[in-house]
């Protein structure tokens, strides 16, 4: 999936798009909840290194938040990773280019759901 294809993905599914929060870094962006403006994703770009890869390349990541739970359930060989810039007991990295679309998918709608503003999520 592309940085593109998975900004497209979450404006035509939640109708969100993208705000820059960090003056001047066009590679970060942020999606938000419309109604609480909690984070979901963040998308960025960052060397592989920083993930603990033995490379430069410098790739796309979405840092996604996942239920404790669910922690264990992917791993790097999935393109999954402790999340890079961010608390690793909540927060996952997972590079764009590495995982496949429906995994990308099912991961963001899982991060869309557990930063549900707590009342939203009682209430199903």
């Known amino acids: 999936m592309t940085k593109q294809s998975f900004l497209e993905y979450c404006l035509f599914t939640y109708g969100t798009a993208p705000d820059d929060p960090f003056d001047g870094n066009i590679e970060t962006a942020v999606l938000r909840h419309t109604d609480s403006r909690k984070w979901y994703a963040v998308v960025m770009k960052v060397s592989r290194r920083k993930l603990g890869i033995d490379r ?3 790739i796309d ?5 996942l239920p404790t739970e669910m922690f264990g359930s992917f791993g790097a060989a999935d393109g999954v990773y402790p999340a890079y810039h961010m608390n690793k007991l909540h927060w996952i990295s997972v590079i764009l280019s590495d995982v ?4 990308v998918q099912f991961l963001v ?3 869309f759901e557990a930063t549900k503003a707590r009342s939203k999520r009682r209430q199903k």
Not at 61 to 65: D, I, R, T
Not at 100 to 103: A, G, I, K, S, Y
């Open 61 to 65: 990541v979405v840092n996604l938040k």
């Open 109 to 111: 709608n899982v991060s």
């Open 56 to 58: 430069d390349e410098m």
């Open 100 to 103: 496949p679309d429906d995994v």
